[in-house]
């Protein structure tokens, strides 16, 4: 058991993608706290990751949209791999958002004891402050 991760507690070191103009917008988006993915302005499919094209109908009309920041744990495992000395066991999770069935984002899951997680269980986005202004989205249980 590693105990409840917060903010500043999952990862020692944190890898900082490579920004662009077409993905700024997600990772900059946590500076106000809402999580934002493309929408498809023509069929109104949401796509993750960016890519110049909507999965659902190949329309090129795409936005950044507020999603509602709520979904479920559709898998997880707790990491012990020490990929950085010193760093204490983490939980990487795929969750599913609830904004559209099928969309999901892989995240690290916090505010939870490894023994207390389960599928399905109910999320929200949390955002931790990287640098250079990116905002990482992790996701904690509902209740807490």
Request: aromatic content about 8%; proline content about 8%.
């Amino acid at each position: 058991m590693a105990g409840r991760r917060e903010l500043g507690e999952v990862l020692l070191e944190r890898w900082v993608p490579p920004i662009d103009e077409s993905n700024a917008f997600f990772w900059h988006s946590g500076a106000d706290g809402q999580l934002r993915m493309l929408r498809c302005g023509a069929c109104g499919y949401i796509t993750h990751p960016v890519g110049p094209r909507c999965v659902n109908c190949l329309s090129a009309d795409l936005a950044p949209g507020v999603m509602c920041g709520t979904g479920r744990v559709a898998t997880f495992t707790v990491n012990h791999h020490q990929w950085v000395k010193g760093q204490p066991p983490y939980i990487i999770a795929i969750v599913e958002l609830d904004d559209q069935v099928g969309l999901r984002i892989q995240t690290n899951l916090i505010r939870v004891d490894d023994e207390e997680i389960e599928l399905d269980m109910p999320v929200k986005v949390v955002f931790e402050e990287g640098p250079d202004g990116v905002w990482f989205p992790l996701f904690a249980p509902v209740d807490r």
